[in-house]
């Protein structure tokens, strides 16, 4: 070939450089455990959700959320969200309200009417529930969807359990939890209602049933002796709640007082003050910080009028009058009795002390070791005899709704596992997306979306929900305040930012590929990744 | 941040309410035609891989946006001249050629003259959709190159220069330039004696220096703004007559900063006003980038070792002081932290 003068070798493409060779260390895309997913009691993929959502995607974004969890509504409206209480946008403005957004999905998904299907072929194997609540029916969804045949025996006249009998209306409309169990049925769960199990080796081997999940709750209030006269109404907060519930006229006077200090004293304050009490006290033994009972409940009774008697015990009662003792913290936070005592007026009170678990019906069960009025089970759920299981408020745990499905999910898989004679084993959890991986710059200034909230008036006489949902436009807007901690959100930035062209975008929801050819290992794509899902790594020699 | 009341937009167009803005360099929320030029697969890619710039070379990072911007623009209609230094060094050693861009390189100083040229002979020949694009250093645009740079603005030729700003020789072993800022560090101002680190005082800046051309169009740019970056490139292909763009390009090697800080460090300079983001159009100052996040100057220089002799057990309080003030003066002249002003 004639070549230009002074030209000696052919022009050629610098991609036959292959810089590569230069690097010390290779960037690697990772996906870490944001705080919201760690903390969630139901194991639900919050951020993958939230991705969803952001999206517009509402459909996609509500089977996320039930592939963890089959009562979404229900769950944005009466879970605690521990989730925001991880989340790391807390430390930039406020945490994201993903409570908010999974009500609005859950919503959604009534109002459109999504179905889930069953996702296997039938196993031909037959699993009894015990206790119709939020576990027995997490439970169920999990088993249905895995192909085996689910009965659940409920005692009560409907199903739900504590979300019923438990939860006030104004924090938990019914139509919601009717939908959310109809959609569950709907997949071939039978629940029999009225079915009290008495004797549960006789039920299981009469049914032939290849599995047990237990799940009947704690219902049995818990009493305290108090000497006291026959004028004055004293009942338990279950009792109180429940008779609301049906509609029943409960006469509680002008005043009433209310002993103790966690959730169900609060949803009985409100419930009497919208039963026609003119006053209500809470009175508590410990101070506002040591109480149970979540800070959002206890805000919200504040703003309906609810009154509270901080560092108090109830002695007796004679007369329509109450005899309390003014209570100290020892050293230990631990409150002791002071020797002051006063009098408080009231018609009526509800004692809030906590509840126990029915255990009469596990007597003959081989193996079961009940121990603190509670079922003991393993790390899978199992009680000690083989091939029964439990969860929900009856083991050891926190006693929440959301703690309760959780179980369910994890005992269905433990039980899918049992009846195919092998073990679960939970996938490996991925390293936690800590807020000094995140690269704060990268996100805009978003303050959190308030919920509207029921005016007062309206709050102290009826029972309408109190808390309101999202419109579909702030719903978006909160999605989108998801920082997306350790989970590539598909931004750009990586291919942007690296100065050898050595990222590629492999397409939407398929993210990113690297070029080990050219990439130096400087870094950068790793520095500038808002969200902390690239990870350096020393090259091997 | 918002369009200014007076129908003008100041800045590019920038999305509230998305989880990330538009401070990434993509987002898969908003529409393909408002994304920016770097988030589209099908980028030019104007300098490709296999090019021998260090680890994390801010330059090699800007070049490419730059270019790749002005390619758009143009529906791929330029012819980019190059002056002498690192990006026409580290881009093509014989007989390879990082360059997707028609591109010729002549000498050190001429860069503008040879832009110059090319500019005439189009007119010629008449190819009026084909622009001309010449780009250089620091060293080769404000100091060797800097009389042909004078001529081609007050001539008003059409050429946009875009010098990417590394604040030093960096391609021949890190030595001053008329760009390096004071109290620097390089080999030639060692940090040691009396008055370590480049001497205060002395410099210029050349984007005001062009602007008392009254040309056209004068912009400062970062590589920490991306989408800053791209609106005034295509901005400037828009117009005619000489333009000017000043793209702050950290240096790794020079700066001695780690690789991976190369925007990082881009950024602290523009949040702690030492690097003020404006731009001009015939002679006038009409848009700055709003300082976002006020940082000390300090938190700028502490991420580079070439600031490294004013800190240690003994810091030199003084000559940090008189960079914060030329960071307070920056601020203040600029507006940096005016409302209203987009950021």
Known sequence: MKKPFAITLDVGSSLANKTGSWRTERPMYVDRLPPCNASCPSGENIQRWLFLAEEGDYEGAWREIMVNNPLPAIMGRVCYHPCEGGCNRAQLDHPVGIHAVERFLGDEAIRRGWRVEVGSPPTGKRVLIVGAGPSGLSCAYHLARMGHGVTILEAGPMAGGMMRFAIPKYRLPREIVDAEIQRIVEMGVEIRLNQKVTDLEATRREGGYDAVFLAVGAHIAKRAYLPAGDATKILDALSLLREAERGEQVLLGRRVLIYGGGNTALDAARSAKRLGAAETIVVYRRTRERMPAHDEEVREALDEGVMFRWLTTIKGEQGGSFQVEKMALDGEGRPQPTGEFDTIEADALVLALGQDVDLSFLGSVPGLAVEDGVVRVGRDMMTGCRGVFAGGDMVPAERTVTVAVGHGKKAARNIDAFLSDTTYTAPEKHELATFDRINTWYYADAPRTMQVTLERARRESTFEEVVQGLEESNALFEARRCLSCGNCFECDNCFGVCPDNAISKLGRHNRYGINYDYCKGCGLCAAECPCGAIRMEPEST | ?343
Not at chain 2, 178 to 206: D, I, L, R
Not at chain 2, 218 to 234: F, P
Request: aromatic share 8%; hydrophobic share 40%.
């Open chain 2, 1 to 343: 941040m918002e369009a200014a009341t007076n129908g003008q937009t100041v800045g590019p167009a920038r999305v509230r309410f998305y989880q990330t803005g538009t401070f990434t360099v993509g987002n898969r929320l908003l529409d393909v035609s408002v994304q920016s030029v770097q988030s589209d697969p099908r980028r030019n890619n104007s300098l490709n891989s296999g090019h021998r710039a260090c680890q994390g070379c801010g330059e090699a990072l800007g070049a490419r946006y730059a270019l790749d911007a002005a390619m758009r623009a143009t529906k791929n209609r330029i012819v980019v001249a190059n002056a002498t230094g690192c990006l026409e060094v580290f881009s093509t050693p014989y007989p390879e050629s990082s360059w997707r861009v028609p591109w010729l390189h002549s000498l050190f100083g001429n860069a503008p003259a040879v832009a110059t040229g090319i500019a005439a002979a189009l007119k010629v020949k008449g190819k009026d959709d084909v622009r001309v694009v010449a780009q250089g250093g620091d060293g080769g645009t404000v100091d060797i190159g800097f009389g042909c740079l004078s001529g081609m603005f007050e001539r008003n030729d059409d050429v946009l220069y875009i010098c990417y700003d590394n604040e030093a020789y960096m391609n021949t072993g890190v030595q001053r330039s008329s760009a390096t800022p004071a109290g620097a560090k390089t080999n030639t101002t060692p940090g040691v004696g009396e008055e370590p680190g480049n001497v205060f005082g002395q410099g210029k800046s050349v984007p005001l220096i062009a602007m008392a051309h009254g040309i056209p169009y004068v912009a400062t740019a970062s590589v920490a703004d991306l989408r800053d970056l791209e609106y005034k490139v295509q901005k400037a292909m828009g117009l005619h007559g000489a333009r000017y763009i000043h793209v702050h390009v950290p240096c790794p090697l020079g700066w001695g900063s780690a690789p991976s800080d190369t925007i990082r460090v881009a950024r602290l300079a523009i949040e702690s006003g030492l690097f003020p983001v404006f731009e001009a159009e015939w002679g006038e100052v009409t848009g700055r980038r709003r300082i976002r996040d006020l940082v000390p100057a300090q938190a700028y220089l502490e991420a580079q070792g070439r600031f490294r002799h004013l800190f240690g057990k003994h810091p030199d309080t003084r000559r940090i002081a008189w960079i914060q003030d030329i960071a307070n003066r920056n601020i203040r002249r600029f507006g940096l932290l005016d409302e209203g002003v987009q950021s």
